[in-house]
């Protein structure tokens, strides 16, 4: 018997991990790209656009602007990015849960549409406005996708790829970002009369999405926790795993939607999502919280996009010349590429807390460094140090933070609690590109102090509060948030239980008819379940 069962096996993963890999590439496409895409590609137009600006204002009222009131526009068109994505990132929540994440995604390129339809009429209609409104539609989609996209992703998963899947958005925002730096380069789209055509590509990506990602399943978990599909919920997961859903898996789920059940007639509550003021309420969840809020804030607050920034003027005190800048600035992007690729191979061996750690401290090593090069105009130093910081940024930060929520809270509450965190990082996002100029201004060569001290002090507290959550279900992973919390009471449905182990294989599996027949049922002794019965 064991003869004729052995020999199907090695083509099962193949076909499970290929129907993952291109469902990822699809989601990744137009959710995380688009965030790494659209900072990136914003840089190019740059003098072109306050040309614009400054030159609609003149046909309008018939004076020219003076240069503080461009910059002032200009810095108003680049804010509406991060206000939109602000508002997005409350937005992803109730949509993941009322559509679903997989038509979250697929509604969220409607934003990107109507963006790109404005700016390239805002040449023709000579409109500032409209490009002001485009960029705003543009964060909203971002801020979208930045959410619901890890949550998609860390459903769909199996316990042993979790990680790296989810790693996976960093990844596709570096590609966004190397790819958004050579798009506008003066010999493709990053000339004046072409400024317009940059600025709506990122349609292209939505456009792929739409058209590919429709043919991917829905996250097994929402279907299955959320809208009480048990059987779509089966299908799902058997095609994500390349045939049948293993019974480990199914078990997991189950045990989750039970104890969300319990938890619901306990509190009397029929809402099956929590609400964000919800988790802030709820003692249970207060080091959870803390810890999210506290990854997402310092991910956008440790200075990785001021670097960027500041990367044009230390390239030309190293004297490189103005031209020649745009090539070398693509190897920024290209440092945090391939440090996530390289992040991505290594979160499963490593782990999530030593990536997020470790790069936090080697972050605040190139700071010291950095500052130092600085003030002794040791400028090729200085460019040593951009690169190490941000190769240090993306190893562990850029992939892990988004990582977090899905892994430490459960179906109900997840939703709230990328609301959380994607709040946290826009306001960090736009905090840093209010205020970095005038730090410069400031504090000059010491202005990269204050990241200094964002880095150490998420370096510490994290790794204090987190601990690590590889390979590990949720219910082991709250067990231990709960001795952090001081929870001494019992939970519903896990005292008593063995924790489910191991990784789910594709080999143990059941039938589909096994899982959808009789909700209370237990399994069939004698389904394959990983060992020979």
């Keep these: 018997m064991n003869s004729t069962e052995e020999p199907e096996e090695p083509s099962k993963p193949s076909g499970g991990d290929r129907t993952l890999a291109l469902a990822v590439c699809s989601a990744a496409i137009g959710g995380t790209f688009q965030y790494g895409y659209n900072i990136s590609i914003i840089n190019a137009p740059t003098s072109y656009i306050q040309s614009f600006i ?42 993941a849960v009322r559509f679903g994440r997989k038509n979250s ?50 459903e769909s998963a199996p316990k042993h ?34 400024w ?67 938890a619901a007639l306990g509190s009397g509550s029929t809402a099956s999502a929590k609400r964000p003021w919800t988790l802030f309420k ?48 693509i190897g920024t992007g290209a440092s945090e590429l391939i440090a996530s690729i390289l992040s991505n191979l290594l979160i499963e061996r490593v782990g999530r807390r030593y990536l997020l750690v470790g790069g936090y401290s080697l972050m605040c090593i190139w700071t010291v460094v950095f500052t130092v090069a600085l003030n002794l105009q040791m400028a090729y130093l200085s460019m ?31 939703p709230a609690a990328y609301m959380v965190a994607g709040s946290c990082m826009w306001i960090g996002l736009f905090l840093v590109g209010m205020l970095f100029p005038f730090i410069v201004r400031s504090l000059g060569d010491f202005c990269f102090l204050p990241f200094l001290a964002v880095c150490l002090v998420s370096a510490v507290f994290l790794g204090l509060t987190l601990p690590e959550t590889k390979g590990k279900t949720l219910a082991e992973i709250t067990a231990e948030f709960d001795s952090k919390n001081g929870v001494k009471k019992e939970r519903s ?41």
Excluded at 107 to 121: C, D, E, K
């Design 493 to 533: 449905g896990m005292q008593g239980e063995e924790p489910i182990g191991g990784d789910y294989q594709l080999g143990k599996a059941c039938s589909f008819t096994s899982l959808t027949q009789d909700p209370d049922a237990k399994p069939d002794p004698g389904l394959r379940i990983g060992i020979d019965i």
């Design 105 to 154: 995604l697929l509604l969220n390129n409607s934003f990107l549409f109507v963006g790109a339809v404005l700016v390239l009429a805002s040449r023709v209609a000579k409109s500032v406005e409209m490009i002001l409104f485009a960029r705003f539609l543009v964060g909203i989609n971002s801020g979208v996708s930045m959410n619901v996209q890890p949550m998609y992703f860390g």
């Design 282 to 329: 709820d003692p249970d969840l207060r080091c959870q919280l803390r810890t999210v809020m506290a990854a997402s804030s310092a991910m956008m607050l440790c200075g990785n996009d001021s670097i960027y920034f500041y990367a044009y003027y230390i390239f030309l005190a190293a004297g490189i010349p103005p031209a020649k800048i745009q090539y070398i600035t």
């Design 161 to 194: 790829l979790r990680g790296a899947v989810a790693f996976s958005s960093a990844v596709f925002t570096a590609f966004g970002i190397v790819l958004g730096q050579i798009v506008g380069l003066t010999e493709l789209l990053g000339t004046e009369p072409l």
């Design 54 to 95: 400054n030159e609609t204002y003149m046909e309008r009222w018939g004076i020219s602007l003076e240069a503080p009131q461009v910059t002032l526009m200009w810095t108003l068109i680049v804010s509406a990015f991060s206000l939109g994505g602000l508002l997005g990132a409350l937005l992803a929540g109730p949509l």
């Design 196 to 262: 317009p055509y940059l600025l709506a590509s990122n349609a292209l990506p939505g456009l792929i999405q739409l058209l590919t990602l429709p043919w991917f399943p829905e996250s097994p978990r929402y279907l299955l926790i959320d809208r009480g599909d048990r059987e779509a919920c089966v299908r799902a997961l058997g095609r994500l795993r390349g045939g049948e859903a293993p019974v480990l898996e199914m078990e997991e789920m189950l045990q989750e939607q039970q104890q969300q059940k319990s």
């Design 384 to 414: 040593a140090c951009v690169f190490a910081y941000i190769l240090s940024f993306g190893l562990g930060p850029a992939g892990v933070t988004g990582i977090l929520p899905a892994e430490i809270f459960d179906q109900a509450a997840r």
